[in-house]
């Protein structure tokens, strides 16, 4: 149960408001292993219903569910040298097993290239077999040092596409196509907007010819990468010999691409909607949708108002214009609690609607229906509650939307923009769109002197009307138009 | 793409035929780690299946989701004293993080009963937080030596559900009730019909005070435990100080359970309903239902029987009788192949419908349905074709569960058996229903000398209407009936 302590402000300590809200909420709790989470029932509750969405658009795109070993033989992660680069150093490693010291150590998979594609290598010849259009929904472990629930932990659940294709253009589709899916997601059930683009050189996966991303910002102005697609080109394909022989009778590589989102996107849900008091889950993802709060004083009232309740969420579940899809309605019976903590209890837990029936608003045929968000209430009567409590959901999912856009759109800074005032906006927090040289060194300094990065090269829709046409540092021709954040 | 040599028939030599057919329907593969499967998109999708079948019947029993860390640290192994005989040989020990020697080595969860009810414990206070009803659906790994596709791997996946409650009656109403809801499950959905009871003490869980379980009989005569139950008494309250203030202001120990079934169904799907034309799937854990396959020979004819096998395809799909479970209905479209190798393949992989549409069934508005088990032929009209696959599938279904439960009462063996009647059934396969005088060292004699083991004390239902009064070892008198078969 809740305690009633308030949170720490966003506005006074945004960092310790996340850390509080996120256990307050119970979405998750540290666990006795450094650095693993565990994630409760309301928080595996909106991992449970990202799933089944996202799940559902791979589908609807032609991609099917596999499943791949946990452990991946060590000379296996050193087949593609920049991979090994980047994901050796923190793994974690299996060296004893069944009591015995093992000939090879077994890596517990970062991410699954490796593995993946020495099967696709086993069972493609023919570029008949092509494509594959492969999901596994699984766990992985990065050794981090620092971590924090949901946003870096050693171990998350995530899910990872693996695709191979005939040609470049097909990969390079593929990835852009699953960066699209993202984005429509984000936007569409978490009602998170994202900038999406190309990540340079020095911030793209390790093996990868390009990734792309789908970059959030939170309250506190800082993005975080919410997902991430790459074009892996030939590179795992050499490593693993993913090779088909083409129509025209040749042996070619086959061209690759990776594509994941995580438990980390329910950070960006926290950090996107929630407010000093507690967890705001938009409607599609909310696992209760709406909870009854039934009031009595009197014990007389008791029953008669528990029953009328009851009658409600039965009712209310369902109501046909919800099939197949009933609405998740949950009536809060506990004794022995005040109708009041009850409220502060789902507020922090970021159920989106409460309704408030006591034996008055039974006599009169009504009950009181509080917004999560705006925490606006409206009497409605109990005739029309399906459809009222319907139309208020989906504002609901609507007006999160917006108001994470126009934050956005506010912190979002154009035009010519000194290196000097940039440093500012950093502190303050905010994307800056500004024009870059192009040069990696470039990047490296202003990471060292200000911590920020750039997060994309943006798409085209996300551009600034006027290009920028120096670089913000030094003021030679800019070569791209990038997003200069600090970064989760 | 499977190729089209036959299996080793069942009859030969029944081992390899599971084997060949795992592989030829590519329900899973070897990987390059080993003891770990792959398991390939028609294995996997049937998983998806059982999973959201099962996942419905824990919620509708009001259990909730929660994720917990695949590492536990090596001392909680140790905290139950029985616990960490069973487990602490067969586990895989991460002793290396980040580049560095961990202090404490990390084991990757075998079973998650000690992680999970340490946190219980941090979560209960008061017999208000009771009962805890808690699930999750993860990949753990045992150091198994000797290891067949599905059926023993070193990782697999599976669901544990994992409760508190303030009393034993109600641990023990719940362990029996998820092994309702697992025998439910096997013979509603996996048209596997089981036998269900209580283990001895020498086969029962390693911290267990009682375990249940569901045994069913394969194909071979031999027994597949295929879900197991355990109501662990306060083991791993005390050990873990799992502690609640009850009603009356006592401290108590809570009372747990935890319950699993796995990937392993797969390998009893198989054995139960495989025939040695391939793979058999119960139409209600299919990722296809039915699969169509266009015929032509002129190439004159190949777009109209295309465009008449989609548009039948898109019909049966949005048939309005299976709303909202769609029919999964798949169209194999490949050119370069001849329908009789398709027919193979399809077989092969277990879909349970195939339907053949030619220029001649088009002009006559009709088709030819197949039937994967009994391979039975009906021409239908295409007028009635959605009441008529409906009808087949149903039927399929049915017809499964009676082959499979008439197969198993066939090769049950009750009344007065010999010992050495007993070995030469057990030579045969089939499951011996005896009286046992409880003593654990007849039981350990007759597994030495056999192979077979004790595989339940059977539940009331199963026992013979003429319990056997005689231990059928020694002659002396039975304290129980028990279910003896060899298992996998
Ligand atoms: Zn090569
Ligand atoms: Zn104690």
């Not at 981090?144 to 390079?172: K, N, P, S, V, Y």
């Not at 609507?398 to 440093?423: E, H, P, Q, V, W």
Request: net charge negative.
């Amino acid at each position: 149960m809740a305690d009633d302590k308030k949170l720490t402000p966003r506005a006074t300590d945004f960092s310790a408001w996340y850390n509080e809200l996120v256990l307050r909420a119970e979405l998750a709790d540290y666990s006795p292993v450094r650095g693993c989470m565990v994630i409760r029932p309301n928080g595996y509750g909106i991992w449970e219903r990202m799933q089944r969405a996202l799940d559902d658009m791979f589908k609807a795109t032609g991609h099917v569910n596999a499943y791949f070993p946990l452990f991946i033989p060590e000379s296996y992660l050193h087949k593609e040298a920049q991979h090994v680069e980047g994901f050796a150093p923190e793994t974690a490693v299996v060296t004893h097993g069944g009591g015995k010291q093992l000939e090879e150590p077994l890596v517990v998979r970062p991410t699954s290239e490796t593995i993946i594609y020495s099967m696709f290598a086993k069972w493609v010849q023919s570029y008949r077999d092509l494509p594959l259009l492969y999901n596994q929904w699984a766990n992985v472990v990065r050794w981090e040092m620092r971590t924090r629930l949901f946003l870096r932990t050693m171990e998350f659940l995530w899910q990872e596409g693996h695709t191979a294709h005939a040609t470049h253009d097909e990969a390079e589709a593929e990835a852009r196509q699953m960066l699209g899916v993202y984005r429509d997601f984000m936007e569409g059930w978490m009602a998170m907007p994202v900038v999406t683009g190309q990540k340079t050189e020095s911030e793209k996966f390790a093996g990868a010819l390009r990734t792309y991303a789908c970059e959030a910002m939170m309250q506190d102005g800082k993005a975080l990468q919410a997902g991430t697609s790459h074009n892996l080109g030939q590179n795992f394909a050499k490593a693993f010999e993913l090779k088909f022989q083409s129509e025209s009778g040749t042996i070619e590589h086959a061209w690759n691409t990776s594509w994941g989102v995580s438990t980390r996107m329910i950070g960006g849900l926290v950090m996107t909607h929630g407010d000093d008091n507690g967890m705001v889950t938009p409607p599609l993802l909310a696992p209760i949708e709406v909870v009854i709060i039934p009031i009595w004083r009197k014990d007389e009232d008791r029953a008669q108002v528990f029953e009328a309740a009851d009658r409600l969420r039965g009712r209310l579940r369902d109501w046909e214009r919800r099939e197949p899809a009933r609405l998740r309605v949950h009536v809060d019976l506990r004794e022995g609690m005040t109708p009041g903590a009850k409220y502060y209890e789902w507020e922090t837990r970021g159920v989106p609607l409460r309704l408030e029936l006591g034996p008055r608003d039974i006599a009169s045929n009504q009950c009181v229906l509080v917004r999560r968000d705006t925490r606006a209430k409206q009497t409605v009567s109990l005739d029309t509650i399906g459809e009222d409590i319907e139309e208020t959901l989906e504002k609901m999912q609507t007006d999160l939307l917006s108001a994470a856009r126009d934050r956005m759109d506010k912190n979002s800074y154009r035009g010519d923009i000194t290196y000097d005032r940039f440093k500012e906006i950093m502190d303050a927090g905010g994307f800056v769109y500004a024009g870059w040289n192009g040069d990696p060194k470039v990047e490296a300094q202003v990471k060292e002197e200000t911590k920020a990065t750039i997060r994309v090269i943006p798409d085209e829709e996300f551009r600034s009307a006027d290009a920028p046409t120096r670089c913000m540092v030094t003021g030679e021709p800019a070569k791209h138009e990038v997003v200069w954040a600090r970064a989760y």
